[in-house]
């Protein structure tokens, strides 16, 4: 690898069609990124690339940047896409702070569900514990909730049932709600601060899609099972 100024950059696979890789994560020893090494770095790098290529986008305009508490990938030439993450100090929380993708034609191809199979191995590594999202932009309340995401609480999940704008839609998610929170006495079934399971509303049939459009913050808990196995078969995940 060649220096260069802000930090360190190489291609994961010499004189292949690969991401630039540009590591600025060991400036500072006791953060995230620091821990991964450089065949983690070039293997995930490698990965990204085998996705975007398929997906119609050129890796070589695609930079992969590890900063000191998380990384950015993003197409420096056309711009038809960013993805960034960032992780708590002890590694055990990542916040997917933003993904977007600007090209209505690579929309629809499962890039998210795949860039996120694609980091698993790093989250693994790092002993991610926990992702949390800010479900938002255009489709981020539906696709979220399809991952197994919950928001945070019921007045989290109350406020992202309110903007469906489809009636019908959003009566049965109110309803739906409800029954997740109180029993049919109206007896408390879970507290308030239990996270609410999205993934009730995303499939069910008479909600779904209509939570396109909504945002809501939640997480997913890695270190429970069940949440676990839904969201690694969702996304494809197999160590």
């Not at 802000?6 to 292949?16: D, L, Q, T, V």
């Not at 009566?171 to 109180?182: K, T, V």
């Not at 779904?208 to 949440?227: C, E, H, M």
């Amino acid at each position: 690898m060649a220096k260069q100024s802000g930090g360190i950059r190489s291609n994961a696979s010499k004189g292949g069609n690969i991401v630039s890789i540009i590591d600025r994560s060991n400036i500072t020893s006791d953060m995230p990124m620091s821990r991964l090494s450089e065949k983690d770095k070039e293997l995930f790098a490698k990965n990204v690339s085998n996705i975007i290529s398929k997906g119609g986008i050129d890796p070589k305009g695609v930079r992969l940047i590890f900063e000191r508490s998380g990384f950015v990938i993003r197409d420096r030439f056309t711009e038809k896409f960013y993805v960034e993450r960032n992780f708590s100090k002890d590694g055990k929380e990542v916040y997917h702070n933003w993904f977007r993708i600007y090209d209505e034609k690579l929309q629809g191809q499962g890039l998210a569900k795949k860039i996120i199979n694609a980091s698993m191995p790093i989250y693994e590594k790092l002993g991610v514990e926990k992702i949390s999202v800010h479900a938002a932009l255009k489709n981020g309340g539906y696709t979220w909730a399809k991952m197994g995401f919950h928001a945070t609480n019921r007045i989290e999940a109350q406020d992202a049932v309110n903007q469906i704008t489809n009636y019908e839609s959003r009566i049965a998610a109110q309803r739906a709600l409800h029954n997740f929170y109180f029993n049919a006495d109206g007896s408390i079934r879970h507290s308030s601060t239990t996270p609410f399971p999205m993934a009730k509303l995303a499939n069910n049939p008479k909600v779904g899609k209509a939570l396109v459009g909504t945002n809501w913050l939640g997480s997913i808990d890695l270190t429970n099972p069940n949440k676990a196995r839904y969201f690694k078969n969702y996304i494809g995940y197999k160590k």
